[in-house]
């Protein structure tokens, strides 16, 4: 048993989205990434089973798929994604997402 | 590929803390708790083999565990658990959570 703290890890890069690894089990793998705003987070995919969560704790933007498709993402907003479907983020403000991948690959 | 809007599923109950169900698959299951101030999810565990994430995302109280010990609970707190290790929350203020089960049992 152990407990997370997000606020601890709020920290924004100019440069490129933020990465944080706060668990890794067998079972699943939860990680943070904060982006600022107009910052993306590429449309990728794996071939592995499994989906993931993409979780909006702050901010907004929008969930991104393939063909250019999108969907509105405003905090409290969860994406199921398979691992094998193509899907990526983009910020429209500051924008914080907690992402569970379940079994990690 | 779907989206999951969690203030559609912001109910509070009187008598007992609410229960959505957002998602279910072979490799995770995702549910939102919401408990009014006072309400108590009790201490349980099940003997199976996983690991479980209670993230807070509104107001603050306990994750209790067994031996009536128990940590502080935040907004943006995720207590990561063993499925067969005793857990629970109590709320003291209004308190929403969300449970990542994986893998379901």
């Given at each position: 048993?152990?407990?997370?703290?997000?606020a601890?890890?709020?920290?924004?890069?100019?440069?490129?989205?933020?990465?944080?690894?706060?668990?890794?089990?067998?079972?699943?793998?939860?990680?943070?990434?904060?982006?600022?705003?107009?910052?993306?987070?590429?449309?990728h995919?794996?071939?592995?089973?499994?989906?993931?969560?993409i979780?909006?704790?702050?901010?907004?933007?929008?969930?991104?798929?393939?063909?250019?498709?999108?969907?509105?993402?405003?905090?409290?907003?969860?994406?199921?994604?398979?691992?094998?479907?193509?899907?990526?983020?983009?910020?429209?403000?500051?924008?914080?997402?907690?992402?569970?991948?379940?079994?990690?690959?």
């Open positions: 048993m152990k407990k997370i703290t997000l601890e890890t709020r920290q924004f890069n100019e440069k490129s989205f933020s990465r944080f690894l706060l668990h890794d089990s067998p079972y699943f793998r939860v990680l943070n990434f904060n982006l600022a705003a107009g910052q993306i987070f590429p449309v995919s794996h071939p592995a089973e499994g989906q993931l969560t979780h909006v704790i702050e901010g907004e933007g929008e969930f991104l798929a393939d063909n250019d498709t999108s969907m509105a993402a405003h905090c409290g907003d969860i994406l199921v994604s398979d691992i094998s479907e193509p899907h990526g983020v983009r910020a429209t403000s500051d924008m914080r997402i907690v992402v569970t991948i379940a079994p990690p690959f």
